[in-house]
């Protein structure tokens, strides 16, 4: 529904944000039976579902897309049965993370409802995911519903209609149970915003300490979940949710999937419709946003991608570029060559990084069916002065403008990003120039893949080159509140609109993780990430997820797809 | 060769034309056996060939590429002699139609010579293209060649490389002969510039009441060969070449291919490099230029792009998506089903077009193996607003400061888009503002093009939907000196980044288009392009061919040429 209370009514940006979370608590209240109170804080919250939930709400939740969706479509489960478990671990998930703007009680189980008449009236599903809860970052249209991007001036919009992407996977019998939450400007790796409030008391003395306005990990709640889409980290994380929806223009997929351990894909852009999303920087094409999924298994983000690309939406939305999903197999009679990436030359990246590196590594080296190279990084302090000068070609002004309308406060990454000292008010020649620098990058990174190759024939055969490259999520794992800084090994694939694909390896252990490893910084950025480390050490960011990215060059994005297939085959991840 | 005559060295405008041409005249004294005076000028000079050139001369020249291709590659045709049928014939084409910026029969000579040796040596030609001629537009880079797209002021610009374009042409054994002439800016459906003066004295007495500075069309010599690509379309026509590379923003291949009664595809935007092209507005990516070919036949339009894909050109230009040529067979046991687009309802065209057009539909409907629909246009008059605005993203400064540079005078067509009233002055959120109302623009006409479909599956089937539009490739065909001004009928596919291809139908009869018809103008340009017909009428457009344009969805560039197939095999076009 959409709000009433908004600046344009005459509303404090505290009265609006104070409505939006009563309206939020509202729709937590309607989820039957309710969720108690948490007796007791925890800083690892995700073995709290085993105290609340029942043993089926517990077995429904913990399943896969690819558990669920044959289950579904036979009728073994009713959708009523998984959305209600689901939005029960939802609830709980908010308590604990604040990762929610709104459960969808009403909608999702009159959805559910009509998707168990159908099969019974049928006898066949709807489509591929018949009763399959699916959550949707608030950004994303959906209608008759608020529609705020993060921006407290944004509160009162209301969306004509479903975005383009709800309603294929609408048809496809999908059930919408939860909106969730992201920061400010959308532009942070973390989610941090006025509007969404914090978590339930107990939860909060944890870290009172720090902002409470945050989606905390739920693996460690002094940590971020990540961000931009960082409810749906923390909720898939928490597993209130099996398959979400994020957006990612610098790592806003992948950053919450990597800290709260769940896959999750950067899809290469002007694949996924966007239509219909709410975002400031409209008209910008320089770096091209893309849509995505985060998912408790791999499968989930296959299904998710494919139903949508069986949709042909290019039909619909003809800036999207119309590669169906590919069925060739890749490496058939082949042997899958990897790079690896082990540090961009940047931003060091903290120990537990590393070590999970080494042991995929390792682990594939010893089987001998996998090629292992290092992949030398090629310039990535550039590319990231190139795109932090793209995203913001008007210097910043519509979303700073979009802040300052409510008087909203700024919140820190909201600085760190708009305020960043590549960011410069573009002239239209200054813009051509910049995109031209981009793409002589771009340029010089596909010769740079290309070096890799052992031969090459005059019709662009490249013969024992490079398949993907493995390389880190981040300078580290989950960061500390407001010190996620460093995109760069994120926003490396959006600059390059090269595919990535998030998969969970192991967790910080305070055993294998401790002792200290001295760094001569690099820069400041490189120094500050490392004073983390040295401040708070593996018990400072103890239970967190370390999860590792594998990345394809541009429309690959099946085959990196297969290539995780083949390393999760040979090495077993995740490893916990 | 760089030139040394420039505006940097202090040279005037005048000058460095004068050295240009001189530069030019040069490698055409360098063609043995040389070219004799034309004995009479010639309205058409189609038929001048046969006078100057020898038979076998003639009969090379005369055929196709896919003709020519299988006896190169057999041996049976020497390269040598290939090429220097053509370079005979090139240099006859400047003398007639100033079409040329410089021949090149050292290199080329060279080439051949070496292409003959190798398929001696190694009993296998270098690639498909072996001993091929193409003939290039300017502005397309050719290693330590003088590179000025029309701009006296670039004159002395020397090309480091040869563009990625030629390169791969040249690893599939082309030969190039020529180079061919562009408009000041590149940006006129006509080619008059400042630089590549004039043609051979007689010819020139009869069109002395118009500019001299202009490529003219061999078939008509008071008519414009079109543009930008017109050197291209005069060379190609009168066989001097019979495949060349010209490049198309809103016409630029098709403009001169329609004029000039040849084979000419705008390919989608995005599929086929150009790397290595010398132009203004670099970095504008508001509306991408593409590169396609000109040629006599639609198979040499097919190789051309064929060659170009099998080379994954994406490896190395990562802008470009990675669509290999596809081999799908689109109309098996399915009907074509062809959308006729009379009328773009903005300006209307002469009646030889509308003839041209009615005598291809009703064919068509003889023979029932082709289902017929009308296609009604959907705002072109927006379309053109919103390309005219968004290729000069800059309010044409940087075209206006390059023009200015040199103290050339403004060519009538430089102010007729230049000063265009769709022109501003954009800031970074006008410029965006004017890139969502592209896409919403392109998101309208999608829908316009789903609505022809009898059902719509809930995955996106459009059964029963348009295949192809037929449509006039202008609002007249080959206009008079400086009247090209109406864009519509080719930057319409433009703005949306639809693959179009030109072919030959008719040409203008005196008798059968003769007559009068009156039209109310709908608008100033509309007016003076009716009025230019009720001027001038059939005997003013004499002998000019009449050609259309074949329009597929984008990235549909196969099917479209699949669709035109089918189309020349019912009709039996061109019809002379």
């Known amino acids: 529904m959409a709000a009433t209370v908004t600046i344009a009514s005459g509303a404090t940006w505290q009265e609006v944000a104070a409505d939006r979370q009563k309206y939020r608590d509202a729709t937590l209240a309607a989820i039957k039976p309710s969720i108690p109170d948490i007796p007791s804080p925890s800083l690892n919250t995700i073995s709290i579902a085993k105290d609340i939930l029942t043993k089926e709400e517990i077995k429904i939740t913990e399943s896969k897309v690819e558990e669920l969706a044959p289950q579904l479509a036979q009728g073994e489960l009713s959708a009523v049965t998984v959305v209600e478990a689901f939005l029960r671990r939802a609830a709980l998930a908010q308590k604990l993370t604040n990762c929610i703007t709104e459960l969808l009680p009403s909608r999702a189980l009159e959805r559910a409802k009509y998707l168990d008449d159908y099969l019974k009236t049928n006898g066949k599903p709807v489509g591929p995911l018949h009763g399959i809860p699916i959550s949707v970052k608030e ?279 708009l305020k960043s000292r590549h960011v410069e008010t573009h002239t239209i020649p200054s813009m051509y120039k910049a995109t031209i620098k981009r793409d002589a990058y771009r340029v010089e990174y596909a010769e740079h893949w290309n070096s890799t190759a052992t031969s090459a024939g005059p019709n662009g055969e490249l013969e024992g080159a490079v398949d993907v490259i493995l390389s880190p999520a981040g300078p580290g794992v989950a960061p500390k509140i407001d010190t996620a800084k460093w995109w760069g090994y994120l926003s490396q694939w959006n600059v390059l609109n090269y595919p990535a694909l998030i998969f969970p390896v192991d967790k910080v252990d305070v055993v294998k993780d401790g002792g200290t490893q001295s760094h001569s910084p690099r820069n400041e950025t490189d120094k500050e990430n490392w004073e983390l480390w040295q401040k708070y050490g593996a018990e400072g960011y103890k239970d967190a997820p370390i999860s590792l990215q594998l990345v394809g060059r541009g429309f690959e994005d099946e085959k990196v797809i297969q290539a995780f297939e083949i390393i999760q085959k040979e090495t077993g991840v995740p490893f916990v």
Chains 1, 2 share one sequence.
């Not at 608020?146 to 944004?154: M, Y």
């Not at 950067?266 to 694949?271: D, F, G, N, Q, V």
């Not at 975002?279 to 893309?290: C, H, M, N, S, W």
């Open 139 to 417: 950004h994303i249209g959906m209608k008759d519903l608020d529609n705020n991007a993060g921006f407290i001036g944004w509160v009162g919009n209301i969306a004509p209609q479903d975005a383009y992407i709800l309603q294929i996977f609408w048809n496809a019998g999908a059930v919408f149970h939860a909106r969730t939450t992201q920061p400010q400007t959308l532009m942070h790796l973390e989610t941090s915003s006025n509007l969404y409030g914090s978590v339930e008391r107990n939860q909060e003395r944890l870290y009172r300490l720090t902002d409470r306005r945050v989606t905390t990990n739920p693996y460690n709640s002094l940590l971020t979940s990540g961000g931009s889409s960082g409810g749906e980290g923390a909720l898939v994380g928490f597993k209130g949710s099996c398959l979400g929806i994020g957006t990612d223009i610098g790592g806003s997929i992948r950053s919450p999937a990597a800290n709260c351990g769940v896959y999750g894909m950067k899809p290469t852009a002007l694949r996924l419709p966007v239509l219909g999303l709410l975002g400031p920087a409209g008209g910008q094409e320089q770096i091209v946003a893309t849509i995505g999924p985060l998912s408790t298994s791999l499968e989930g983000c296959k299904l998710f991608i494919k139903t949508l690309l069986d949709a042909k939406p290019w039909l619909k939305e003809p800036t999207l570029m119309p590669f169906p999903w590919k069925q060739e197999d890749f490496f058939k009679g082949k042997k899958l060559k990897v790079g690896v990436l082990w540090d961009d030359e940047v931003v060091k990246p903290h120990p537990p990084v590393t070590r999970a590196l080494k042991q995929m590594v390792d682990k594939l080296k010893s089987t001998g069916n996998v090629e292992i190279v290092e992949w030398k990084p090629y310039k990535h302090d550039l590319a990231w002065e190139i795109i932090a000068n793209l995203y913001f070609c008007d210097g910043g002004k519509e979303e700073s403008d979009l802040i300052d309308v409510s008087g909203e406060p700024w919140r820190p990454l909201s600085k760190h990003i």
